[in-house]
């Protein structure tokens, strides 16, 4: 029997979880998955709970509910990693020894390192819709807001779907919009970046629509200090942003007890791996998966579910004793809501930046190019996630490499990273 040990029941680890359960039905394989909490967070569904769009309810689901049968669950907050002993310590002293070690704790919020945005104005003049407990504050304050500054901002980069504050801008103005007082309130998009996004085309493309929207663009501002008494933002080279209320991402981390565990990660606590292989940089049985990995490309819920069948299939190889040959290329999707019931779509990967086109092909969804059908798409993808991938099953026609067809490549190939 071997023993694959998985940390984090959250989207990497379950679907894993389910996937090498699929692939190893027999008892040859042990695989048991530990998480700190029994809530499975689907957090897209975090965008919408804010403008009313879902109840927290509507997005938690049970943790243990979501693995197959045969999978164990263990509730408890990983202690630490021994690479030297392949074992796991676990908070309350349980000692977990493996064959094979997947990494999937993710990436955790880090308010506490920017100064003042936990003191007095945190959760009433000062949010973020990152986790439940947020959105489901800040849906309060913004049912009563009648006007003003509202801030959106990114203080750091990488963050978890690094779209996801540019959507809650463009939800904003629509929401506002639809209550009248839209023409009471001015919406500011701050980030440290250069531009609207990382990648250059879909860049210009989303600085296009926040122009288009009347939202304005801040960019290169390194947040030192949210003061949420007299509502003001202020970067490290002393410009000053004024709001009535912000909605701010914090600055993301891996989970502590990388930390903790000699080796395993990086100075931010995430955990550096070979970006095609997915097996770690720190020894040759441990494999990383999803925000928790420090791999050149975005952390999102796309990306952990394309790397979940690379992941698996080397994971085999490698209690097999075989060469890894299964290589993830970086391949990352996001629908990004603009509001007025419309989205555009980007897909990309290590190669290739956000291109115009359709996906998965030619007659497939419109890529850099706001339409309903990618916001049903985005509706629709709550259903896929609980249903197919996180029980780890195949999607006819999507495998996890970028597909070409329908794409206009020829101009922007090799721009992507
Ligand atoms: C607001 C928001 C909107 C998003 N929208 C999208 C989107 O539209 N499209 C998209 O593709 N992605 C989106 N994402 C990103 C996506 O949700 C994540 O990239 C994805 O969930 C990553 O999966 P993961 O398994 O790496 O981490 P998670 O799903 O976060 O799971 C990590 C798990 O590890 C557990 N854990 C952490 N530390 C410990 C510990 N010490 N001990 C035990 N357990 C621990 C946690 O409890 C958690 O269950 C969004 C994220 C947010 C916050």
Redesign the pocket.
Known sequence: MRRVVI????????LAANRLRRRHPGRELEITV????RA????????FVPFGLATPEEIVRP?DRQLLGGIAFLE????RVDLGTDSVR??DGTELAYDVLVV?????LLPGETEGLLGPGWMRDVFT???LAG?AALAARLATFEGGRLVVNVIDMPI??P??PL?FAMLADWFLEERGTRDRVEITYVTPLDAAFTKPVAARALAGLLDEKGIELVTEFNTGQVDGESGTLTSFDGREVPFDLAVVVPLHGG???VGRSPGLGDDLDFVPADPRTLQSTAKPNVFV?????SVPT????????FEGEVLVENVGRFLAGEPLDAEYDGH????IETGFHKALMIDFNYDTEPVGGHYPGPVGLPLLKESRLNHLG?LM?QWFYWHTLLPGRDLPGLGPDMPTAGKSLARNRGAGR
Request: glycine share 14%; proline share 3%.
């Open positions: 940390l984090g029941g959250g989207t990497g680890g379950t530990v998480d700190q909490d499975h967070v689907y957090q897209p569904g975090l965008l943790r408890q907050p990983v202690d676990l908070a999937a704790t993710g990436a955790r819709f990152y986790d959105a978890k779907c779209v996801a959507e989970a502590e007890y998966i999803g925000d928790a990995a975005s952390k999102a819920g796309s990306v952990t579910h990352a999707n996001c629908f985005k993808f």
